[in-house]
């Protein structure tokens, strides 16, 4: 099946600071989403992504399918941004959904 | 409307117990999704329903048994199980994309937290 892997695994950056996170993913796909779970375990969708560019407020995110990755910018982290990040692929059938391996953030005040 | 709500929230089982876990979601959805998460890793797709019937299956064992009532409804029965499948477990559903410019966002319920004794 394909892969997914995410870097860093894990992240701790102080408020204010901006960061970049990563996911390959080892062939095409046809689905991109990228969630944030947050300490209680509770999966929030960020962005549904297969290729392009989208912004959501201090959030933006980039996928470029041709070259296998995505990327998920976070600006000027607050506490709250603390959690998990997991990007979410489907290739194949759109609902055969693999997660990555996820990155751990933690925003110090 | 865009919650998926699953009862109960924490479940404790023995091991020859029958139980069952509920979600619901009254967005519209055609495709509701059940998935296993374990400590510190992410979460594992286990079965995915498609205008209510099973369309994928990923291999799990028979003491997992899957229903979906309607297009709202979605149930996991438990029996027979074993310590090693205590974990968090988390439904999602989605519209179900057929085209390719389509989308087909997840939504996620909070999730039940089982612990089998």
């Known amino acids: 099946g394909i892969q997914v892997e995410q870097s860093p695994p894990d992240l701790i950056l102080q408020e204010g600071a901006n960061s970049t996170l990563r996911c390959n993913f080892s062939?095409?796909?046809?689905?991109l989403q990228w969630f944030h779970q947050n300490p209680w375990g509770q999966l929030i969708n960020l962005f549904y992504?297969?290729?392009g560019t989208k912004q959501n407020g201090r959030l933006s995110a980039t996928t470029v399918a041709t070259e296998r990755y995505s990327l998920l910018y976070i600006s000027s982290s607050q506490t709250t941004d603390s959690g998990v990040y997991f990007c979410?692929?489907?290739?194949?059938?759109?609902?055969?959904?693999?997660f990555g391996t996820g990155t751990k953030l933690q925003v110090i005040p | 409307d865009t919650e998926v709500t699953q009862t109960p929230k924490h479940l404790v089982m023995g091991m020859t117990n029958k139980k069952s876990l509920k979600c619901e979601q009254h967005m519209g959805h055609r495709a509701m999704y059940w998935y296993k998460q374990k400590a510190k890793k992410p979460p594992e797709l286990m079965f995915v329903?498609?205008?209510?019937?099973?369309?994928i299956n990923e291999s799990v064992p028979s003491r997992f048994s899957p229903e979906c009532p309607n297009s709202s409804l979605l149930n996991l029965h438990l029996h027979a199980l074993q310590p090693e499948d205590s974990a968090l477990y988390l439904c999602a559903s989605s519209q179900l994309a057929l085209e390719a410019t389509a989308t087909d966002t997840q939504y996620f319920g909070p999730g039940t937290r089982l612990t089998v004794l």
């Open positions: 979410a692929v489907s290739s194949g059938g759109y609902q055969k959904v693999t």
């Open positions: 062939d095409s796909v046809n689905n």
């Open positions: 992504i297969p290729s």
């Open positions: 329903y498609s205008y209510e019937k099973l369309s």
